[in-house]
């Protein structure tokens, strides 16, 4: 029993170790989020902080303003698919996140913060962008969405083979040490 957990570690840290890059960056998540721009308009009472600043059409950002003395505020802009709803944030101020439409032309787009008490109002700015996707191979047919969806759902083709060899490797091993044993006349 010791040694199939032995291969099966041995065989995770071999197949970490020659992992190409897409598929570790795959497997790390998403990137980290670009740096939080902060809005600041002469004519508002607080500030918004919009996390990421630049966003693709669809996409989600996150927004902080701590200008509101109350526990809610709304949110709204041209780019949002509905109005953002704040509420307190564990770190202080408010927080909400908010979705941009996927028809939001790539441009600045303004946001207006208003408390929900009358206590203040803040403005800031997103910009979204739109992403050209030009093809430069093949696209993967067969099975219509869920050709990518199979490609990341988990180990692959090289992945298995490298497996089945490190599993072989250690079964000759095991059997190797076995025979040893049994000429040696210990068992």
């Known amino acids: 029993m010791r040694s199939a957990r032995l291969t099966l570690c041995a065989g995770a840290v071999f197949a970490a170790v020659l992992a190409p890059a897409p598929i570790a960056l795959a497997a790390a998540g998403p990137a980290a989020p670009a740096p939080a721009a902060v809005a600041n308009n002469d004519e508002s009472h607080g500030t918004v902080t919009v996390t990421p600043s630049t966003v693709a059409a669809g996409g989600e950002v996150d927004l902080r303003v701590d200008v509101c003395e109350g526990r809610k505020a709304i949110g709204t802009s041209e780019a949002f698919s509905s109005p953002a709803h704040f509420s307190p944030a564990a770190d202080g101020g408010l927080f909400a996140e908010a979705h941009i439409r996927s028809d939001a032309r790539g441009r600045d787009y303004g946001i207006t913060v208003k408390c929900k008490d009358g206590s203040g109002s803040a403005n800031g700015n997103v910009t979204v962008v739109h992403h050209r996707v030009d ?42 040490r076995s025979a040893r044993k049994r000429r040696n006349g210990t068992h």
């Open 135 to 176: 093809p430069t191979a093949p696209v993967r047919a067969g099975g219509g969405g869920t050709a990518l969806a199979a490609e990341s759902a988990g180990p692959g083709t090289r992945h298995t083979l490298i497996g089945l060899g490190l599993a072989g490797a250690a079964a000759v091993a095991v059997a190797a």
